[in-house]
């Protein structure tokens, strides 16, 4: 075997084990503000645009309807979003925030930072970070089959 051809050095899978490890790190500053991690990024995209359809949801997210649907009922549960039908098109259905949904948007402002102290990198360096992992995951997209 090469050293091209040993786990370490495969770029999947320093995507996947820092996905994982990113993921343990949000686990217990999401769990104090009472989310699931895609209930966290459900919610970062409604504070960019509330009201946002299922569908616009999905597609930011790459989730399909299968997996958005269980995960907003359950936010609607918690009383963090609501779902309603559009006005102009029925079959659209938006997604809003409760009152305790825009509420919680302060609570999570310093998990951005908490991330970037945890992972040894200034804030700088992580959107630095941030942009390079965007560039790159753009690119795969385009390449896939």
Not at 40 to 62: F, H, M, N, P, T
Not at 104 to 132: D, H, M, W, Y
Request: hydrophobic share 45%.
């Amino acid at each position: 075997m090469t050293e091209r051809q040993a786990l370490k050095s495969q770029v999947c899978f320093a995507l996947y084990s820092a996905s994982r490890a990113a993921t343990a790190v949000y686990r217990p500053m999401l769990e104090s503000l009472g989310v699931t991690y895609p209930q966290y990024l459900v919610l970062l995209l409604l504070w960019e645009r509330d009201g946002a359809s299922v569908r616009e949801l999905g597609e930011a997210l790459e989730l399909d309807s299968g997996t958005m649907s269980p995960l907003l009922k359950r936010m609607e549960a918690a009383g963090l979003v609501e779902r309603r039908r559009s006005a102009a098109d029925e079959r659209r259905v938006e997604i809003h925030l409760t009152d305790d949904g825009a509420e919680l948007r302060k609570r999570a402002s310093e998990v951005p930072a908490q991330l970037a102290i945890a992972a040894g990198l200034s804030p700088a360096e992580l959107a630095a970070f941030n942009e390079t992992l965007a560039k790159v995951t753009a690119a795969l997209h385009r390449a896939a089959p």
